[in-house]
């Protein structure tokens, strides 16, 4: 958790006004303003990666399957392999 973040879960649960919280914090409103907004992006990053770590795949129909004598190979830095027939 980062110091935006932490910052962000004490006010929270004080139940304070910004301005209030930020000065028995002993920093400026603007100051809190910047760790609350801060928290806020970490926070959406968090959840946008989180989201698109899991691939997403498509269904296609290649229809009648039928002999291919050409295709492109693409191989991933991983080991993965992907083969495309071209028709």
Do not use: N, Q, W
Request: aromatic fraction near 6%.
């Amino acid at each position: 958790m980062t110091k935006y973040e932490k910052m962000a879960d004490r006010f929270a649960k004080s139940g304070l006004d910004k301005d209030v919280f930020a000065r028995k914090a002993g920093i400026k409103g603007s100051t809190l303003r910047y760790y609350l907004r801060r928290a806020k992006e970490i926070r959406a990053s968090k959840d946008d990666s989180e989201e698109s770590s899991e691939p997403e795949f498509m269904a296609i129909d290649l229809g009648a399957s039928t002999h291919v004598d050409r295709e492109i190979t693409i191989t991933m830095p991983g080991g993965l392999i992907i083969r495309v027939p071209i028709c």
